[in-house]
């Protein structure tokens, strides 16, 4: 670990987030949703692998449009990063619900990481992390896809008496849970690596729990970054909402990778 990789990834995931802002305003009246998408994708991931090739060289990266830097080698530095993160929300007008994903793993886990949340002006990152707010003491809110909710998230909200609340983007979602907005964010169904390696450092960080769903630990940087299926929730909330889900008819067979 490097003593200013905190730093790093929160100045790299807030200019990118300030890049995608400002794309999305120039060329809003302009372009399609796929094309603003496309492009801020292609913007934001260039600006991320330039800036880590300049800042750490010796690092790998494993970025969602590709791989730069040196080889991974199992369990050594690699930066895991998604430039945009909620390209469908962030082609639409005005939805917050997108991010930047910047984390540095090393030995299979985020040692460092930012997420910025561009429309919502914040970086909330390991180097100071945010303190979640006390419970709200309702019924438990539960974030899901907006587009791809698990069939079987009825199920576990009617056990915990929990509403569900849909939104885009897996780092605004395990963000709403840091900023004390829902209680867990819950999916299955499949992902990758780099839509959760930073939000779920940020979340460790500020001390809520994170774990696949059958309540294994969350394992990155494997030679497969297929990573289907997360749970990140308040303390409280982890065991029952994992004997949920493991009641729950069809839910993923244990350990599916
Ligand atoms: N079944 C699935 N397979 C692959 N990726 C998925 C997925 N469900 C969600 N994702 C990815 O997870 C991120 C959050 O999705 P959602 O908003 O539905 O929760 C999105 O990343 P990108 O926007 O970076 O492509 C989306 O592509």
Redesign the pocket.
């Known amino acids: 670990m490097k003593a200013d990789d905190h730093e790093l990834a929160a100045r790299l995931a807030d200019e990118a987030g300030r890049c995608l802002l400002e794309l999305r305003a120039r060329h809003r009246s302009e372009v399609d949703g796929k094309v603003l998408?496309d492009e801020g994708?292609a913007a934001a991931h260039e600006l991320l692998l330039a800036a880590l090739a300049e800042q750490r060289p010796q690092d790998a990266v494993l970025s969602?449009h590709g791989t730069a830097g040196p080889e991974r080698s199992g369990g050594g530095r690699v930066w895991i990063v998604?430039?945009?993160?909620?390209?469908?929300?962030?082609s639409a007008p005005d939805r917050p619900?997108?991010a930047v994903h910047v984390a540095l793993a090393a030995e299979h886990q985020v040692r460092a990481a930012a997420v910025a949340l561009p429309a919502a002006g914040l970086v909330l990152g390991t180097g100071s992390p945010p303190r979640v707010p006390a419970a709200h003491g309702g019924p438990p809110r539960i974030a899901?896809?907006?587009?791809?909710?698990p069939e079987f998230v009825a199920a576990v909200a009617a056990a915990l008496g929990a509403e569900t609340v849909p939104?885009?983007?897996?780092?605004?979602?395990i963000s709403a849970v840091v900023r004390g907005e829902v209680d867990a964010y819950l999916?299955a169904?499949?992902?990758?690596e780099?839509?959760?390696a930073a939000p779920i450092g940020v979340a460790r960080a500020a001390g809520l729990h994170t774990s696949r769903l059958d309540g294994s630990p969350l394992v990155y940087d494997r030679p497969d970054p297929w990573l289907?299926d997360l749970l990140v929730c308040r303390p409280e909330l982890a065991e029952p909402l994992l004997a949920a889900v493991a009641a729950a008819p069809g839910t993923p067979p244990e350990g599916s990778s």
């Open positions: 998408g994708d969602e998604d430039p945009l993160d909620g390209t469908r929300e962030f619900d997108w899901v896809s907006r587009s791809r909710p939104m885009g983007s897996a780092g605004a979602k999916h169904g499949g992902q990758y780099w839509d959760s289907p």
